[in-house]
């Protein structure tokens, strides 16, 4: 309280001047306050200017602020307050004590806070806890209002002036200040140029009932220019804000949007860069693709057109009454804050050409539906809907669903397919054409907007072998390889083990054969003539005394030697190598037969007819140790004096014929195997193991033959 005293005092004695000063103009009110009724503080901050230029990390130290100046600007909600003085406005934020007169535009006042950082430039707030304190000097009208440009209200020092601006009015709506449901902020974008700036009516009241054909009128606005509101004032930043519709003055009236005259889309866009754009137009079109809370694209006498509003979205092929204010970004002419309304005709859209993107860039086909063909190469989802790389001729282009419903849940084509696509193409330029050596009209590529996914027809799906699966079926087929070849080399062991097993066998087996052939041989040939020498040299020993008998004695047991001397030799052949001669079976036969030392008197013949052929060396053993055991069995026990030996070859079958003219037995009696005669017995096991058929035909004093055929 002991602070305030002079405060009090200096109020009480200069209130006479406080009443003359009300007459007098605002500004000069706001200049010629009192300056000694309250110490000076040096720390103080005491003008609008000062506090604007406070560094943020100053700023957030609170530094304390008296200002006098001149209320242009006061809001409840959000709780902003405006004061200017002869270096500028600035901003005062939050609560705030309230004198007991009402506080208006004009009024002189004097605020005490400190300082806090805001959106670019400080604030004033209260200290701690506390509001800020306001103090109302005298009423008064505002200040005059400084003509500035859109593009000047960018600077920092233009903030928190009461400033006018002259523009366009693009477009009006509501937009809710967070304080009484019936209280909201009427939001006016204004445009000059190509500068663009909403202007904030915060105490609106009247809903949606703007003032009448304001869209399109030329207008000047008043107000306080704010970038210095913190994040619960979004409604009041970036923005000039007025107290009301007196300082929102039309200069031009506005014609009622559709009572414009119609356009032609075609005609529009033939007007070059430097031809000027009308204010606002109207045209007829047919909607082709609508992108919520964007635009919509639509086409009207083959010529496509982007228009952007933030109207409810459209269906697809609708007529439409569209007014809006043309514009070019870059090279592209749109229409910004469009209105329209929809025709009764059906909905139908317009053909859409065939095109290759060859066209599709060197044509007039920019925002225009075209149909393309083209091969999937990848499909991403990061986008609002999906968005496909896409192949067409030589050229790579993307396609994105601009907005896919719940209810779509068509699936995306897979990569590798090929598809064909109805959408609005769109061009993309380089943002600074002049730099480079392209045309400044030609667009560098293209993309194609898809309305949703059943825009996307599969012409022909793509095949089931995918890099994956051919890479997986290869590692399956490896992994089948190596257990195949793990599984042959265990085989060939295992089979090589084997094989061993049977050479063991069949050597066994060959050995045992080879056994039981040399002692039938033996028993039946060199054992009986041994016995029979044996005999015979006893006899003759018995003989001594009778000299002529024992000398024919002697000469039988000489023949009997000469006899065992033949056997051995057949057996000494039989033990020899048993691979084929490489002369053949005839010439082994006749070498053979020839070895055979035949008694005098018998004839021993051997005859080959036919073309001879090379025979396996098995086959040719057997048949030769058969011809041999036929002629040995003809010498030892028939006493035969003609053998003849017949091999006949003819293309199908071989036929070996040992026929003796000695003294046979009856065929159908012969001796069994346990006899001890083994020739038959072991030339019918040869020929089963040749599987030939073995003839004998024999009868007492009728000679015998013996007669095998092979087939070949």
């Given at each position: ?40 503080d ?23 602020v ?36 009402p ?37 008064g ?6 003509p ?36 909201e ?43 210095a ?26 014609i ?11 005609a ?32 009207s ?58 066209q ?19 499909v ?12 067409s ?25 090929w ?25 560098v590529?293209f ?6 996914p ?27 390889a ?6 042959v ?33 033996l ?5 009986q ?11 003759t020993?018995?003989?001594l005394?009778?000299?002529q ?55 021993l ?60 037995f009856?065929?159908q ?44």
């Amino acid at each position: 309280m002991t602070r305030h005293a002079p405060v009090i005092w200096a109020i009480l004695f200069i209130s006479p001047l406080c009443a003359a000063a009300a007459a007098a103009p605002t500004t000069q009110a706001a200049t010629t306050q009192p300056t000694t009724s309250k110490p000076t503080d040096p720390t103080e901050l005491t003008t609008a200017d000062a506090v604007r230029r406070l560094p943020p990390d100053q700023a957030a130290l609170k530094r304390p602020v008296r200002i006098r100046g001149t209320v242009t600007f006061i809001s409840a909600s959000p709780q902003l307050l405006f004061v200017q003085d002869a270096t500028g406005g600035v901003c005062v934020s939050g609560p705030r004590e309230r004198d007991v007169r009402p506080l208006r535009p004009g009024a002189s006042v004097e605020i005490e806070g400190v300082t806090a950082p805001g959106r670019l430039v400080p604030v004033v707030v209260g200290r701690q806890r506390e509001p800020v304190k306001i103090t109302v000097l005298s009423e008064g009208p505002v200040p005059p209002a400084k003509p500035v440009s859109i593009a000047d209200l960018a600077r920092s020092d233009v903030h928190g002036d009461f400033v006018e601006i002259e523009g366009t009015v693009r477009a009006v709506h509501n937009e809710p200040t967070g304080g009484p449901a019936t209280v909201e902020a009427m939001v006016v974008s204004i445009a000059s140029g190509a500068d663009r700036l909403d202007a904030a009516f915060l105490a609106w009241h009247g809903g949606a009932n703007f003032p009448p054909n304001l869209v399109g009128s030329t207008v000047k606005v008043r107000g306080v220019f704010n970038i210095a509101s913190t994040e619960k004032q979004q409604t009041a930043a970036m923005r000039l804000l007025f107290t009301g519709l007196r300082d929102l003055r039309i200069q031009e009236p506005a014609i009622p949007a559709f009572d414009l005259p119609v356009t032609t889309l075609p005609a529009l866009k033939s007007l070059s860069p430097d031809d000027p754009l009308p204010t606002r137009a109207r045209i007829d079109a047919v909607c082709t693709l609508a992108v919520p809370n964007k635009g919509l694209f639509v086409q009207s006498d083959d010529a496509g057109l982007w228009i952007e509003s933030r109207a409810p979205a459209l269906k697809p092929g609708q007529h439409i009454d569209v007014v809006g204010f043309p514009a070019r970004r870059g090279q592209t002419l749109t229409f910004e804050d469009a209105v329209w309304k929809t025709q009764p005709d059906p909905a139908q859209l317009p053909d859409a050409p065939l095109i290759t993107p060859d066209q599709a860039l060197a044509g007039d086909f920019d925002a225009r539906l075209v149909r393309i063909d083209a091969l999937v190469l990848e499909v991403s989802r990061l986008s609002e809907g999906p968005t496909l790389v896409l192949q067409s001729g030589e050229r790579v282009f993307l396609a994105r669903v601009a907005a896919q419903s719940a209810a779509d849940t068509r699936d995306t084509p897979r990569p590798n397919s090929w598809v064909q696509l109805t959408g609005v193409c769109v061009h993309n330029r380089l943002p600074d054409a002049e730099t480079t050596n392209v045309p400044v009209n030609t667009p560098v590529s293209f993309h194609l907007l898809l309305s949703s996914p059943a825009s996307i027809d599969v012409i022909h799906a793509p095949s089931w072998w995918t890099l994956q699966r051919v890479l997986a079926a290869g590692g399956l087929l490896a992994i089948v390889a190596i257990i195949a070849v793990a599984w042959v080399a265990a085989l060939r062991i295992r089979v090589a083990r084997q094989t061993s097993l049977i050479r063991e066998h069949l050597a066994r087996e060959t050995l045992y054969e080879e056994r039981v052939r040399i002692a039938r041989e033996l028993h039946d040939s060199l054992e009986q003539d041994l016995l029979g020498i044996s005999m015979q040299l006893n006899a003759t020993d018995k003989l001594l005394t009778q000299p002529q008998r024992a000398r024919e004695s002697l000469q039988l047991a000489a023949a009997m030697v000469r006899r065992s001397q033949v056997e051995t030799h057949r057996a000494v052949w039989d033990l020899r190598d048993n691979n084929a001669d490489p002369q053949g079976l005839p010439a082994t036969l006749r070498q053979a037969i020839t070895a055979i030392h035949p008694p005098p008197g018998t004839q021993l013949n051997v005859e080959v007819t036919g073309e001879p052929r090379p025979l396996p060396a098995a086959t040719q053993n057997h048949l030769l140790r058969i011809a041999l055991e036929a002629v040995t069995n003809a010498l030892k026990h028939a006493n035969a004096q003609r053998i003849d030996v017949r091999l006949a070859f003819t293309p199908d079958h071989l036929t070996l014929t040992i026929q003796d003219n000695g003294r046979g037995f009856d065929d159908q009696q012969l001796p069994p195997p346990t006899s001890g005669h083994f020739g038959l017995f072991g030339m019918r096991e040869r020929a089963e193991k040749l599987k030939a058929r073995l003839t004998v035909q024999s009868s007492p004093n009728q000679g015998t033959k013996i007669q095998l055929e092979l087939p070949l």
